[in-house]
T-cell receptor, first 115, second 113 residues
């Protein structure tokens, strides 16, 4: 069975600083996808970034980038130049490359950005 | 705005009752997923439909059922409600059954009293 672990329940960072959120996963599959979703106080789930396991290059979306270490089964999210609007719960999610499979989520990390 | 709509936003009902949650996927998306988010269980997958057919089942209780209609909107029916069913219910959609980029609706907050 696949599992996703986020070991940091809470993190805090000052505006303009960089923060890294950790995620590890466990799977015997070789072809899968990883995601980071953001859930702000509004509770909306927002897709932040996606990484295909077959791609060696780390995904980047503006201030958000990932460090994907396939052998270590690690998928961390780096947020650069943190902004107050980044305050949210962040979920790491995993799914295998097979029709009929859904996202498996970690427990989430609450990130607080302060001025 | 993800393009996925859910109604109602909030629902308060009593134990033993039945409710229906509605979801309209993004234009062009054929696949709909339902998730439950509760404080103790986190985000859990309930069920998936693709183009009107059930495609995958997760931790969905027998008291819960869902369907996807020809216009691709989906409904999640929750019956014999218990206090523990209080949660945020999300619908997500994707283009295909195997398209792994899922876009979430705003959720329905269900409170069972």
């Amino acid at each position: 069975a696949q599992t996703v672990t986020q070991s940091q329940p809470e993190m805090s960072v000052q505006e303009a600083e960089t923060v890294t959120l950790s995620c590890t996963y466990d799977t015997s599959e070789n072809n899968y996808y990883l995601f980071w979703y953001k859930q702000p106080p509004s509770r909306q789930m927002i897709l932040v970034i996606r990484q295909e396991a077959y791609k060696q290059q780390n995904a980047t979306e503006n201030r958000f980038s990932v460090n994907f270490q396939k052998a270590a089964k690690s998928f961390s999210l780096k947020i650069s130049d943190s902004q107050l609007g980044d305050t949210a719960m962040y979920f790491c999610a995993f799914t295998i490359n097979q029709a009929g499979t859904a996202l498996i989520f970690g427990k989430g990390t609450t990130l607080s950005v302060s001025s | 705005d993800s393009g996925v709509t859910q109604t109602p936003k909030h629902l308060i009902t009593a134990t033993g009752q039945r409710v229906t949650l509605r979801c309209s996927p993004r234009s062009g998306d054929l696949s709909v997923y339902w998730y439950q988010q509760s404080l103790d269980q986190g985000l859990q997958f309930l069920i998936q439909y693709y183009n009107g057919e059930e495609r995958a089942k997760g931790n969905i209780l027998e008291r819960f059922s869902a369907q996807q209609f020809p216009d691709l909107h989906s409904e999640l029916n929750l019956s014999s409600l218990e206090l523990g069913d209080s949660a945020l219910y999300f619908c997500a959609s994707s283009v295909e059954a195997g398209n792994y980029e899922q876009y979430f609706g705003p959720g329905t907050r269900l409170t069972v009293t």
